[in-house]
């Protein structure tokens, strides 16, 4: 599966963005999804994973309570909403598929996204 990557930019502290993640060549609804991010400097990390159904999403510890991931399958989109950006959440955010079942945070991408940047600002 192909994974676009878009949403990016620059916004002030407490600002909001929404990526959105769009597949093409395979159904999403096929895939666990998730969106890593990755800061200059360190590791690429899990911030947040859906199941294909939805259900069970998953959250890293620094996001909880300010990002949102939910998927569209009807549209092959999966979507980070991030609220009350904070200037630590500045990296590159990369999207990723998992064709497997996953217990969450075990996420073993088969497909990645280009990464979009997210700069937050001061």
């Known amino acids: 599966v192909q994974l676009q990557a878009s949403g990016g930019g620059l916004v002030q502290a407490g600002g909001s963005l929404r990526l959105s993640c769009a597949a093409s060549?395979?159904?999403?609804?096929?895939?666990?999804m998730g969106w890593f991010r990755q800061a200059p400097g360190k590791e690429r990390e899990l911030v947040a994973a859906?199941?294909?159904?939805?259900?069970?999403?998953y959250y890293a510890d620094s996001v909880k309570g300010r990002f949102t991931i939910y998927r569209d399958n009807a549209k092959n989109t999966v979507y980070l909403q991030m609220n009350s950006l904070k200037p630590e959440d500045t990296a590159v955010y990369y999207c990723?598929?998992?064709?497997?079942?996953?217990?969450?945070?075990?996420?073993?991408?088969?497909?990645w996204g280009q990464g979009t940047q997210v700069t937050v600002s001061s």
């Open positions: 060549g395979r159904t999403l609804s096929n895939h666990c």
């Open positions: 990723a598929a998992d064709p497997n079942y996953r217990t969450f945070p075990t996420f073993l991408p088969g497909s």
């Open positions: 859906i199941n294909r159904s939805a259900y069970i999403t």
